[in-house]
């Protein structure tokens, strides 16, 4: 008698489970869809409309137009002014008025809503005449304010650019979905270790400019606030530099003449406390920017070292805040640099 081996059932074949799922995962996706459409008509939600509006609707007016993509240097005014104009209006005059400023200013270098701003200008049938990205030193480093990756705003020029994808959209931010939201938490932020030299010497809480400590100013401070405004060197990876090649090249792609401009930074009060290093640091970052332009026909314009200590607002605090002749100084190099354009 022979004794046959057990028999065992084959494994299901893998193209009839696959033909089940699939059914399964478009009623699944279907589903999903018409509860993001309905929510999207249902549910109220006014977002503000800030800036990609302002682009928007400014673009739409089809009038001779320049942008300025910068931060608080480009409105701020200091209280001694004869004038509140800021960077933007003084550069119309500069121009004798044969331009139309549009200027997004936001405190703080916001490099990943600047790309997006880049984008809707190179879409639109009315692009700019010209681009004027601000790079303040200050931000160039890897310690990022949450607020400064405005995932928001950088959402809503997306469904600009992308009208199918605004269903979507409004439900995300409805329920205020993580995209929506800051890149980080204010914790997380103060957490930030500081570098200098490549070394960890503490973490953005012990430098806070509120500290108590900050109270009295003596030089050892002093050089404290300038080394975390503007020794912290950003990685290659950081998204601020990627940044500034993509805005080049977009704006390259759409044939738009891109200027990027590097503010003044007060030399002669920071180089006391760092001399040497200081205006070494400062020509790093300048080199950086310079890199990330390579390939394109954008153009960088460097003021970093234009202005004395009395053109900057603040006597004993390292800034890049300007007075009416500062500001006056930035736009007439800015209209001078683009005089053929218009």
Known sequence: ???QPPTHPSPESPKPILR???????LFLLLLTLCQLLV??????????????LLQNSLDQDR????????SVMRFADRSDASAAGIATLFRKAAEYRVEPILIAQGGMHMDAFRHYA???ATHPNKPKAVFIEINPAGLTDITHPFLYFRADSMTIYGMLHPWARPFLHPLAVFRHPMTKPGGSMQDYYRTPVRFRKQVIGHLHEYGWNNPKYRKITTAHQREKILTRYFCEPKSTNFKIR??????RTLHSADIPAF????????????QYWPGLFAHSIHEKV??????????DARLIDMSFDLPHSAFSYADYPNEHLKLVGRGHVAQVLADASKDLF
């Open 119 to 121: 984008k809707l200008a």
């Open 20 to 26: 089940a799922f699939l059914p399964r995962l478009a």
């Open 40 to 53: 999207g008509h249902l549910v109220p939600y006014t977002p503000d409309a800030g800036n990609p509006s």
């Open 243 to 248: 940044a500034i090649g993509e805005i080049a």
């Open 64 to 71: 001779p137009s320049v942008l300025f993509l910068g931060d």
């Open 1 to 3: 008698m022979t004794i």
């Open 260 to 271: 990027f401009y590097v503010t003044p930074v007060d030399l002669e009060f920071c180089s």
């Open 287 to 296: 080199n950086v920017v310079s890199a990330q332009l390579e390939g394109t």
